[in-house]
């Protein structure tokens, strides 16, 4: 059963950073791309970032400039790099993995880690 464990959430302050992991493992098939996605108390939760297996990148228009990912393929560890947090990206971070296994599409889901943006 494949599973994804996100770790790097907290307490940060306006203008700080953050660093968000997600490490993914028992995954059957292949990983045809990876996001992060993030929800707000009485929102719908977005998507922040996705990276494809080609490395493509992309961001939501609200954090572009700000925020980057980036994977680790030996380790199957997908980054959030977030700088420049603002009080409007508190929100709970979930990572998603899109995989194909003989041609059926499977979609995993972390818990999520909270984020916290506050002085």
């Known amino acids: 059963q494949g599973r994804l464990v996100e770790s790097g959430g907290g307490l940060v302050q306006p203008g700080g950073s953050l660093t968000l992991s997600c490490a993914a493992s028992?995954?059957?098939?292949?990983?045809?791309?990876t996001g992060w996605h993030r929800q707000a108390p009485g929102k719908q939760r977005e998507l922040v970032a996705s990276i494809t297996t080609s490395d493509s990148t992309n961001y939501a228009d609200s954090v572009k400039g700000r925020f980057s990912i980036s994977r680790d393929k030996v380790k199957n560890i997908v980054y959030l790099q977030m700088n420049s947090l603002n009080p409007e990206d508190t929100a709970r971070y979930y990572c998603r993995a899109d995989a194909v296994n003989f041609g059926h599409p499977y979609t995993y889901w972390g818990q999520g880690t909270q984020v916290t943006v506050s002085s």
């Open positions: 028992g995954i059957i098939g292949s990983v045809i791309g």
